[in-house]
Nanobody, 122 residues
Framework: QVQLVESGGGLVQPGGSLTLSCAAS????????MGWYRQAPGKQRESVAV???????NYADSVKGRFTLSRDNAKNTVYLQMNSLKPEDTAVYYC????????????????WGQGTQVTVSS
């Protein structure tokens, strides 16, 4: 089993900053891809940013230049630094990890965190 524990959400004013963290633990051999998705009320869940184990990143157009995703492979943790936040960034943010199992390296599954609320409002 794999667990993803998220932290760092909250209420921030427009133009402010927040950092989200997500730590993976459990029967992990490797995590090829890890990242963040978000879901606003009445909308579908969308990709925000993902990062590979080699450090390659991909960002949604709406967050490019404002958000930075990084990872610590030794800690199986990713960090999403969010700057210049806008009201439209308000959503529940979910961590996602594609994990190769330590017990069976042919076994690759995607896991989700429980979600953390980010609210951008004055």
């Amino acid at each position: 089993q794999v667990q993803l524990v998220e932290s760092g959400g909250g209420l921030v004013q427009p133009g402010g900053s927040l950092t989200l963290s997500c730590a993976a633990s459990g029967a992990i051999f490797s995590i090829p891809v890890m990242g963040w998705y978000r879901q606003a009320p009445g909308k579908q869940r969308e990709s925000v940013a993902v990062i590979t184990s080699g450090g390659g990143t991909n960002y949604a157009d709406s967050v490019k230049g404002r958000f930075t995703l990084s990872r610590d492979n030794a800690k199986n943790t990713v960090y999403l630094q969010m700057n210049s936040l806008k009201p439209e960034d308000t959503a529940v943010y979910y961590c996602n990890a594609v994990v190769v199992s330590a017990s069976s390296r042919s076994n690759r599954n995607a896991y989700w965190g429980q979600g953390t609320q980010v609210t951008v409002s004055s």
